[in-house]
């Protein structure tokens, strides 16, 4: 997803048994682009080659990482305990500050090459903030050096990362991603083609639309937009047909019922045959 566009940026299809962090293939094509990362491809690995590459990224820290704190990037004012040295999950439980930024050493194996594999020392910037409403810090990692974002553009950057998420809520409320009921693999793949292309059609009327009411832009919402586009989409269907010397006439129409309307599952037994005729 491209949070520029707006839109689908490129679709690649998995097996679901797949691991998501083996669906990422990073290389000079991540330069200059900011990649808001989901735990599933959470890799010292990974944010080692977006960096090598000079790409950037934010991550949410996963759970059980522990890395140790080098240095400060931002000072406290007042009598605040030394963090210096110590492990981040040692320090986050006795922080009274509402932003922690420093920078942390972390060790992963590279992969192998030539048969060798290397351990490898890196330095990343932790960023943590506070939630007033709950207590919490909410912990990221990223690349991106302190003099370009601070720590509270780190975190509200990582919020549009829920974009993700709604594009997924999009695709199953109202594109119909989750009512796929076949183990057909090429008509798996074609009714998850239909999806994605129904959302990209749908994207680009909503940047005209947008276009056309530039001072209310911000209130058409993605998945309010959707419904809307979903339950007019047959006249939109209708207009581009036309357009295109195709009219829905009564004949088109028989046509559909005619082949649309029958089950294609010749051998499945029916409760009323034999009493239709």
């Given at each position: 997803?491209?949070?520029?566009?707006?839109?689908?940026?490129?679709?690649?299809?998995?097996?679901?048994?797949?691991?998501?962090?083996?669906?990422?293939?990073?290389?000079?094509?991540?330069?200059?682009?900011?990649?808001?990362?989901?735990?599933?491809?959470?890799?010292?690995?990974?944010?080692?080659?977006?960096?090598?590459?000079?790409?950037?990224?934010?991550?949410?820290l996963k759970s059980n990482a522990n890395p140790t704190i080098v240095t400060l990037n931002q000072k406290c004012r007042g009598n605040s305990i030394s963090v210096e040295g110590k492990k981040l999950k040692d320090v986050l439980p006795h922080l009274k500050r509402g932003i922690l930024d420093v920078m942390v050493e972390v060790k992963f194996k590279r992969r192998k090459y030539r048969g060798k594999q290397t351990t490898v020392t890196k330095l990343f910037r932790v960023v943590a903030?506070?939630?007033?409403?709950?207590?919490?810090?909410?912990?990221?990692?990223?690349?991106?050096?302190?003099?370009?974002?601070?720590?509270?553009?780190?975190?509200?950057?990582?919020?549009?990362?829920?974009?993700?998420?709604?594009?997924?809520?999009?695709?199953?409320?109202?594109?119909?991603?989750?009512?796929?009921?076949?183990?057909?693999?090429?008509?798996?793949?074609?009714?998850?083609?239909?999806?994605?292309?129904?959302?990209?059609?749908?994207?680009?009327?909503?940047?005209?639309?947008?276009?056309?009411?530039?001072?209310?832009?911000?209130?058409?919402?993605?998945?309010?937009?959707?419904?809307?586009?979903?339950?007019?989409?047959?006249?939109?269907?209708?207009?581009?047909?036309?357009?295109?010397?195709?009219?829905?006439?009564?004949?088109?129409?028989?046509?559909?019922?005619?082949?649309?309307?029958?089950?294609?599952?010749?051998?499945?037994?029916?409760?009323?045959?034999?009493?239709?005729?």
């Open positions: 997803m491209s949070a520029v566009a707006d839109g689908v940026k490129s679709v690649k299809l998995f097996p679901e048994r797949t691991s998501e962090v083996k669906t990422l293939r990073i290389g000079p094509w991540v330069k200059d682009r900011i990649f808001l990362i989901d735990l599933g491809f959470f890799k010292y690995g990974i944010f080692d080659r977006i960096d090598k590459y000079h790409g950037s990224f934010v991550s949410r903030v506070l939630n007033k409403e709950t207590g919490d810090y909410h912990v990221y990692m990223t690349n991106i050096p302190v003099e370009r974002m601070s720590a509270e553009d780190i975190a509200s950057l990582y919020g549009a990362r829920w974009e993700i998420e709604m594009v997924f809520k999009e695709l199953k409320s109202y594109y119909r991603m989750d009512q796929i009921n076949s183990k057909n693999t090429d008509i798996i793949k074609s009714l998850v083609w239909v999806s994605i292309l129904t959302l990209m059609c749908s994207r680009r009327v909503l940047q005209l639309i947008r276009n056309v009411n530039p001072e209310k832009a911000n209130r058409y919402t993605h998945l309010r937009w959707a419904k809307v586009f979903g339950e007019n989409a047959h006249q939109l269907l209708k207009e581009v047909l036309e357009s295109m010397g195709m009219h829905l006439d009564m004949l088109v129409l028989y046509d559909v019922y005619l082949n649309h309307g029958c089950d294609p599952n010749i051998k499945r037994e029916r409760l009323m045959e034999g009493w239709v005729a």
